[in-house]
Nanobody, 119 residues
Framework: QVQLVESGGGLVQPGGSLGLSCVAS????????MHWVRQAPGKGLEWGSAIDTVGSRSYDADSVKGRFTISRDNAKNTLYLRMNRLKSDDTAVYYC????????????WGPGTQVAVSS
């Protein structure tokens, strides 16, 4: 079955950096677009970034553009999110998510990893 397992979350100071990973299994990772989505405390889901199947095109929400970088390694079935210049507003649970057939519809989610930005 499809499994997505995130790692790399933790506590970081404002202005700091953090890297998240998501290991995928149970499907042909190299054929699917992938996303990072987050949920801040008490708020709804917020889409953050997406990447195409080969890692040549990526898209970011305005809230993270220029600070976060999504990437992937298809040989390792792994999705990454590099987060720089972190702000307190970036505090959230970060989810790795699989896209359905390139339709920008998510059909599978990981359990999430907590990121807290605080001094």
């Amino acid at each position: 079955q499809v499994q997505l397992v995130e790692s790399g979350g933790g506590l970081v100071q404002p202005g700091g950096s953090l890297g998240l990973s998501c290991v995928a299994s149970g499907f042909s990772f190299r054929y699917d677009w992938m996303h990072w989505v987050r949920q801040a405390p008490g708020k709804g889901l917020e889409w953050g970034s997406a990447i195409d199947t080969v890692g040549s095109r990526s898209y970011d929400a305005d809230s993270v553009k220029g600070r976060f970088t999504i990437s992937r390694d298809n040989a390792k079935n792994t999705l990454y999110l590099r987060m720089n210049r972190l702000k307190s507003d970036d505090t959230a649970v970060y989810y790795c998510a699989k896209d359905f057939n390139g339709y920008w519809t998510i059909d599978y989610w990981g359990p999430g990893t907590q990121v807290a930005v605080s001094s």
